[in-house]
């Protein structure tokens, strides 16, 4: 690695040391379930980012649709439609080896993302 080894941070520690504290409207926003802003924010979103990781690597594959694109089962679950593109499957590799996912919603004009 180069670089000045000064400013290299090896630990979470170091890390936090250098970012401080989570501040508490950063930390109540996260919860196990879909608030009923969220869910206004993912209806209203009609592009998302799926991010994935497996064996083969780390993978963070655009989704979009003009209808929406998740469909919202309950308060735990979305559906993610699969659109067939360039057959690479990557994110699909990905999720039959490490199940985890993220995604990262995004709507026109609005400077505020959800990531869920």
């Known amino acids: 690695m180069t ?3 000064e400013y290299r941070i090896a630990d979470i520690a170091a890390l936090e040391a250098l ?3 989570v501040n508490d409207t950063s930390r109540l926003k996260e919860i196990d379930h879909l608030h009923p802003a969220y869910v206004a924010l993912i209806k209203a979103s009609p592009f ?3 991010a994935t990781g497996g064996a083969g690597g780390m993978d963070a594959s655009p989704r979009g649709d003009l209808g929406g694109v998740v469909d919202i089962v309950d308060d ?3 559906i993610l439609p699969d659109r067939r593109g360039n057959n690479r499957i ?3 590799r990905n999720i039959v080896e ?3 996912v993220a995604l990262i919603f995004l709507v026109p004009g609005l400077g505020e993302t959800l990531r869920v």
């Open 3 to 5: 670089g000045n080894p």
């Open 19 to 21: 970012y401080g504290s």
């Open 48 to 50: 998302a980012v799926l």
């Open 76 to 78: 735990k679950t979305l």
């Open 90 to 92: 990557d994110s699909l």
């Open 98 to 100: 490490n199940p985890r």
